[in-house]
């Protein structure tokens, strides 16, 4: 009879100690649905990168009554959750040739939470998530107004 093969891990196992991006990023997806009355929800898809050594999340906008879902926040970082780097995507970004992308670095989850309240507040995010609002309004069925 052969004997069990103990578990070799050690016992002290645990994540890091601060919240991590994905975390904060869903968390703000179920809070835009809650300020839209969910005519506007956010999600968050991760996806490792760079032959796995890194992670990309991208926070996704969603207006269900026009199907419409498109990225709005584009959020990368290593193995470590914390240096990460966020850009907005096209959703956002000033069409004027001289124009730049929003792009941000943070090495600790307060500058990160600073970061995306800055970002959100955006006059460009603001408008688009009015305008998702106004638009699903008009075809969401009386028992969703």
């Known amino acids: 009879m052969s004997t069990p093969i103990p578990d070799l891990w050690p016992s002290d196992l645990v994540g890091p100690p601060t919240t991590t991006p994905v975390a904060?990023?869903?968390?703000?997806?179920d809070a835009l649905g809650t300020h839209t009355q969910?005519?506007?929800?956010?999600?968050?898809?991760?996806?490792?990168?760079?032959?796995g050594t890194q992670f990309e999340h991208n926070f996704v906008i969603q207006a269900p009554f026009l199907r419409f879902r498109f990225?709005?926040?584009r959020v990368t970082h290593?193995?470590?959750?914390?240096?990460?780097?966020?850009?907005e995507t096209d959703l956002t970004k000033s069409q004027a040739p001289s124009s730049q992308?929003?792009?941000?670095?943070?090495?600790?989850?307060?500058?990160?939470?600073?970061?995306?309240?800055?970002f959100f507040a955006l006059s460009a995010v603001k408008s688009l998530i009015g305008s998702l609002i106004a638009q699903s309004n008009e075809i969401?069925?009386?028992?969703?107004?």
């Open 24 to 29: 904060i990023l869903r968390r703000q997806g």
């Open 38 to 51: 969910n005519f506007v929800l956010g999600e968050v898809e991760t996806r490792p990168i760079v032959n």
């Open 71 to 73: 990225p709005l926040l």
């Open 78 to 87: 290593g193995v470590n959750p914390y240096p990460l780097s966020m850009v």
């Open 101 to 118: 992308f929003w792009h941000r670095e943070a090495k600790t989850e307060l500058e990160f939470q600073d970061q995306l309240r800055e």
């Open 140 to 145: 969401a069925p009386d028992e969703h107004r």
